[in-house]
């Protein structure tokens, strides 16, 4: 692997000199005497009229029961769109659940069963039984 040799670091002075440029040839920006923005700024802070006022109340949320109500609707327009299965189907998918579920239990059963004997050889010197 060859060596790096570390470079020069002569760009910092080249900005440095650069910055001072850029200092000098800058022109002066005048401000404007008045704020043209400044009046549109107090308009949206405050409204100046009623009708303002009330149409912000009217912008508010509708009481609790009217969302509920909406939401609900919601949820019954999209229950109509779903696909159900037969009766017949959903039988075959439950009967193979829980003919997985039990077997599960049967394998942990047997495995727990055994090392709570092996435990119990270990500790006691005699094989230790769930049922006892």
């Known amino acids: 692997m060859a060596k790096k040799t570390p470079k020069k670091n002569t760009s910092v002075e080249k900005t440095e000199v650069a910055v001072e440029e850029k200092k000098v040839a800058q022109p002066v920006v005048q401000k404007a005497a008045v704020n043209v923005d400044s009046k549109t700024d107090k308009a949206k802070k405050k409204p100046d009229n009623k009708k303002q006022a009330q149409k912000k109340d009217s912008e508010k949320k509708p009481n609790i029961f009217k969302r509920m109500g909406k939401g609900l609707k919601g949820i019954f327009s999209e229950l109509k769109k779903v696909t ?4 017949k189907d959903v039988a075959k998918n ?3 659940v829980l003919t997985v579920v039990v077997l599960f239990f049967v394998v942990l059963f047997i495995i727990d069963y055994v090392l709570a004997g092996l435990l119990g050889l270990v500790v006691d010197g005699k094989w230790t039984t ?3």
Do not use: E, M, N
């Open 84 to 87: 159900w299965l037969k009766g």
């Open 94 to 96: 439950t009967a193979v």
């Open 130 to 132: 769930v049922f006892i």
